[in-house]
Structure formats: C-alpha cells, structure tokens
DNA sequence: TGACGAAATTGATATAAATCAAGCCATGTT
DNA sequence: AACATGGCTTGATTTATATCAATTTCGTCA
C-alpha cells in the first residue's frame, strides 16, 4: 500500500475526501515504522511528537495509577493512536504505547500536520473530524463506564471492539475494562 | 456587556485572539437569552442546535441511564455548554440541559457557527481549540473516575470545580460523581 | 520437544459503596 | 405562622467486586 493509498485510506475512515493534491502532501510526511509485538512505540515521559495510523497490528495505550498498569485504549487497522494530552499540550506524556503484535503503523508528525492543516482546509477537515470523533468517543467510552456492571461493561466491549477483544491478552482487556482479571475470568465463564 | 466583548471573552479563555473583524462576525450569531433556576434549556428528544456560553448563573447537562437522572457537567460563568452527541450527529439529545440558578445566556446556533469556521480562519482555531479542550477536559474526567474512591472523586472535584461544589445542589453532585446522596453526605461529613 | 515463567482460572474472604429505612431540616406556600 | 415537600443526614443491611491464595494452562524459547 502506498503512502497516497494510506492517506485516503484516513480520510475515509474518517467520512471526509482528499483530492490528490492534499493526498500526496499529507502522505508525504508520513513514516512508515515496521513494530514488532511487545515493542514501545512511545514511553514514558517522552513528548508524543507524532500521532499514529495502524496498518496493521494491534497496539495499546496505558499508563500507571498508583503503580496499576491501566489500558486505555487499544487501536488496530486504520484505527489512528494518539496521546492527547503529550501531543496537545507538548508536555511529556503519562500514556503509553505498546505494539500488542507485530504489524505496521505510519507515524503522523504533529507539527508538520498542524502545517498542513493551515495550508489545506481539506487536510484541517479532516483534523476537526478526528477531534470530533475523539470526542464523542471518548465521551460514550465514560457513559459506559458509569452504570454498567463488570459483565455489561464487558459485552459492551466485545461487541464495539470485537478485534480486540479476540487479539488481545485478557489481563489488558480486564484493565481497559477497570476490573481485575479474576473478575473477567468469570464474566467470560459466566459466573458474574 | 455588548456581544463583540462576549466574543473576545469567549477567545481568550480558550486561549485564542479574534481581531475585530471576526469578533463582531461572531458576535452576529449570539442570541442572548435570560434563564431562570429551573428551566430546560435543551429537552430530551430536541437536536441540539446551539451550544451556549454562559455569562451568567450555572447549568447542569444530564441524562437518564436505566430511568435514574445522571449529572453529565456543570458549567457556570464563562464556560461552553455543548452537547456534542447531539449537536456534532444532529441527532435528537439524551443529554438534557437545565438551569440551575437564574442567569444569562448567549446561543450560537452551530450552522452558522461552521459557516463562519470556513470563512475566518481565526474563528476556525477558535473551534478547533474548543474541541482540544473538550477532549482533553473529558479524557481527563474518565481518568479521574477511574481508580479513586468516593471521598478522592469528591475532592478533586472540589479542587477543580470550586464553584459548581459551593453552588450546585448536592443530589447533583452526587449523580456528576457516581455516588448516592447518601455518599456524599457521608465523604461530605468525613465518615467515609 | 520439554520446561519454565507468565497468564488464566477457581475458591474463600474482605470491603467500599449501594440500598433500604427512618427521621430531621430547610425552604417556600397558603 | 403552620404546614408540606423535597433534600439532607444517619443507621442497618446487602451486594458486587476486589483481594488473597492456590492450581492449572498456555506460550515461548532453549
């Protein structure tokens, strides 16, 4: 797949058009990075420069609260990854990202974005619509989890990220899902 | 106070500038309007068709879950009232808006706000600076339900919303933290 | 292929907060 | 001023889920 492919690929994942012009500007600052599972895509205190757009793969963002690993949020194909907080506000983040299988993503860097997104109002759509998703999404993500027992938190998961839910290790699933993994376990068997 | 210095108001705290040009354009679309302690500012069912800024009084944004009334937000002076769902999917709201105290608001109905995002760039920022905002406010609100205890959601909303916590009802506050009446009499009196 | 360590399961117990229930206090109304 | 209504407080009990503990299963690498 081309880089101009990926770029549109972004754009319609996200209901908005390039045209070719504003395709091939915004795939030529792309990276593309091959990852391989377990791998750190963004640690610790580092300032996330870049935003992400999966290939392929699945990928997780995590960060410790008192000392718990706590997922956030997994990511998989033409899903696009980013630290809000680190990326907007430029300060070292607190949220992690770790490739969950071998695959590939293409980083976005940010500022260049932000360049494109003043010189092409197509490319600034397609970051208001990103936001705008982020947002409502991020805002259905909090409803679920208030009001929702541990076993409709879980079905709710399963049926909105089913990828996830088969791809990845129960004991992310479990922290994305704020219970333990006990707790999981017996919501999968049915006991809770 | 005259629209124009609602408009610049409303730039500078999200941390932009308007030049005078764009803040009367702004300004244009303002609907003031004058509310009082216990009316529906938006009704279950109605599309949201404009956000508010407050400039004076508090409102609640909540919802039914499972038939129980749940606080999704305060917002007093000089905050943004959105429903995002809403008004970003023109679908009819679940988020109802109430007035919790007599006061003042000013309408901007969200067409014609996205009509002047793509005619002045200024205001486009303006706009892309409140989702910023709004993302960043709503990942961080998921954060702090996550992993802490009744009394810790109680105090750091306290610390972050000193003025909704003085003002606002305690049922609400309740409801806004995920914990009866009876918990928060009981944080509130330090018995928990 | 076998063996090790990590992850998942299962069971027993503990705990934070909900629920249920009753009474008290304030606010606004006739 | 008396009354009523909704809101807040306080106490007793229940419940969902966490925690602790002990196996079992699985995935990875020598």
Redesign the pocket.
């Known amino acids: 797949m081309t880089p101009v492919d990926i770029a549109h690929k972004f754009a319609t994942r996200l209901g908005t058009t390039l045209d070719e012009q504003a395709a091939q500007r915004l795939a030529s600052i792309f990276v593309r990075q091959e990852v391989s ?1 377990g791998e750190t895509l963004l640690a610790e205190g580092q300032v996330a420069r870049n935003f992400l757009i999966v290939e392929q793969g699945l990928t997780r963002q995590y960060y410790y609260k008192n000392g718990i690993e706590v997922t956030e949020h997994f990511c998989c194909e033409w899903d696009v990854v980013y630290c809000t907080d680190s990326m907007l506000m430029r300060e070292p983040t607190t949220l992690m990202i770790e490739a969950l299988e071998d695959g590939v993503v293409h980083n976005v860097p940010f500022d260049e974005f932000r360049r494109l997104c003043d010189e092409s109002p197509q490319i600034m759509k397609l970051y208001v619509r990103l936001l705008e998703d982020g947002l409502v999404e991020s805002l259905r993500k909090t409803d679920a989890q208030r009001f ?6 879980y079905e709710t998961f399963v049926r909105q990220y089913p990828e996830a839910a088969r791809r990845a ?6 922290s994305y899902l ?9 919501v ?2 049915g ?2």
């Open positions: 599972k929702e027992s541990a076993r409709e938190r290790p129960g004991k992310h699933i479990a704020l219970m333990t993994p006990e707790s999981l376990s017996r999968r068997a006991l809770l």
